[in-house]
């Protein structure tokens, strides 16, 4: 019981490695004590700078991750690590050995890396996510990159937890259009053509240059708001550009040598500034907290419906045997039990 | 409120596609008379049989879909098919034009087509999706084809729904081994290398072959079940061989040229018959009903909770904008309904 009390929120927020080691394997295990530290942490949080990176396996998102570290480190900021793909190497899900020099940061006091099980947590990914996103932001490291794969709701999801969302392509897809994702656009700040020095890496480019053409035709501008309206009826002039609109700049990088990556990291330093000169940060924080709230609910309404039905029904494999059979009513079940959890 | 009644389950379970359509429709609207109509149908499910066809975007999963498709009806079977894939030309994702003849299917009643929208719907894919799967089950359709992208959890969930798992690789990714996922290697059943025309297909299946025969020749044979130790204390000879071990093959595939597409459609079929031969289609059934079970409760309780919080402490975007400000406590607020509820 003592392990989680203050002290240890105290520990966390002065940067204790081994104790936010420690209290990220015990919110693995859903310790209760854990969550009263977290807690205690939350009011600490909100000072990082979360940067999402996503993209396709084999688009070298560890790479860029692996220079991006290095480059922080540089400006003497701290760096927090989330890899939530399985084919990372952070992760441990590289298959061969893999380049990556992880090995220098681990040396790094001013680098902390976690890697997430992308199986078994029956859907907590996001939120056993955020919650190492709070743990890191709490001990005060400056940016924290959270690495991601493909566009599947989950990794949405995920995405949502971060400021700026820099989605890595790689050239050689690029004859097939599909490869450039509809949900992608959606989400991308910043798009990283990684491997550049590859064939078709400017066709790549040019296809997102499209795509991004394409998107703007198309996007209708949101109406005035209460402040633009009252500007306009005072004489200024209605402007139709969109001070608030952000084209994603588009940065050819080659990680495995170090190119482009400075250039990277200026254009996710670009869209910050954006998103604070327009008052849009705070936009983006009341998401985050948003994506981050409805996975915790979700996650912890789930955990105690299932211990509650333990209790009653017998164990989850035993109800999945019975439904699978026809013998139980799964529907039945689900609004029984909400009908009584209402109430 | 007579909209979706004992008729309309009728109606559905008779083939009626309109019928069908408005159901699912009226699903995706949460209408109550929707979910009392899939109650009635559920009983009538459990005989289609479910294929997942998986792998990132570009490798063709919509091309093999569309052929298997045709192959089946050639067989006489009838098909529907479930496009959780935002690039799939099924879910109206592919950017251009497509020469998926999508079109020709269309008109053919004995194919039922549904593209999922991947955002929006708070966590909800996984159980949408079991949701038309059970409605096309009880439509009569023979084999469901279950169409998603990437290896996040959520396609893992999805992936859970099948009976057998597809997942779709493509030549070309080749020197970067963290292409073929470790994930993925867990949901496999069959592996299709599409595009096997291209230059390096022969690579890509020996990437594959290697990548089987390390999991192999790790992989701990399961301990014998009461019935195996029955037969060996009975004097049997203890085989160390274990008939539950599936391998899953390897087809090469061109769907755009329909070249190995019946071979594909075979290897469904004999991971079928090992299912069936073994008993472990029950395992399987099992799987299938404890994903959708889980998927189910988990929407319901975030719903009903939201409901709630929406009335008691605003909507929940103002929730969330307290939360970013760190007026309100995610935790605190999480703990207290979760209290409230339990009780």
Chains 1, 2 share one sequence.
Do not use: C
């Not at 001070?243 to 670009?270: M, N």
């Not at 009341?286 to 789930?302: I, K």
């Not at 989850?316 to 026809?326: H, K, M, Q, T, V």
């Amino acid at each position: 019981m003592a392990l989680h009390d203050g002290s240890t929120a105290d520990r966390v927020a002065a940067g204790d490695l081994r104790a936010a080691a420690r209290l990220m394997r015990d919110l693995d295990d859903q310790a209760p004590s854990a969550r009263a530290t977290l807690r205690a942490l939350f009011p600490r949080t909100g000072r990082a700078y979360v940067v999402g990176l996503t993209g396709a396996p084999g688009a070298g998102k560890s790479s860029l991750t692996d220079r991006l570290i290095a480059g922080y480190r540089r400006q003497g900021r701290t760096v927090g690590v989330v890899a939530v793909d399985p084919t990372s190497p952070f992760s441990g899900g590289a298959i061969l050995g893999d380049r990556i020099r992880m090995q220098d940061h681990a040396l790094d006091e001013g680098v902390f890396i976690r890697s997430m099980a992308t199986r078994g947590n029956l859907g907590g990914l996001s939120r056993a996510t955020a919650d190492v996103v709070t743990v890191m932001d709490a001990m005060g490291k400056d940016v924290i990159l959270v690495e991601t794969v493909g566009v599947g709701q989950d990794e949405i999801e995920v995405a949502a937890l971060a400021h700026t969302v820099v989605v890595v392509t790689v050239p050689g897809l690029g004859d097939d259009v599909q490869a450039i994702k509809a949900g992608v656009l959606e989400i991308a700040d910043v798009f990283a053509v990684n491997k550049a020095d590859r064939e078709g890496a400017d066709r790549t480019v040019r296809d997102l240059q499209m795509m991004l053409e394409l998107r703007r035709s198309t996007a209708t501008r949101p109406p005035p708001d209460h402040d633009e309206l009252h500007r306009f009826q005072a004489g200024e002039p209605w402007s139709p550009e969109d001070a608030r609109f952000w084209e994603p700049p588009i940065v050819k990088t080659v990680a495995t040598r170090d190119e482009g990556v400075a250039d990277l990291a200026g254009a996710v330093e670009a869209h910050r500034a954006h998103l604070e000169s327009t008052g849009m940060r705070a936009e983006r924080e009341t998401g985050r907290a948003r994506a981050a709230f409805v996975a915790l609910l979700r996650d912890r309404l789930l955990a105690g419906a299932l211990a509650r039905l333990a209790g009653e029904q017998g164990h989850l494999d035993e109800i999945a045997s019975r439904i699978a059979a026809r013998q139980a009513d799964p529907y039945a079940l689900v609004e029984e039990l909400a009908a009584r959890l209402r109430g």
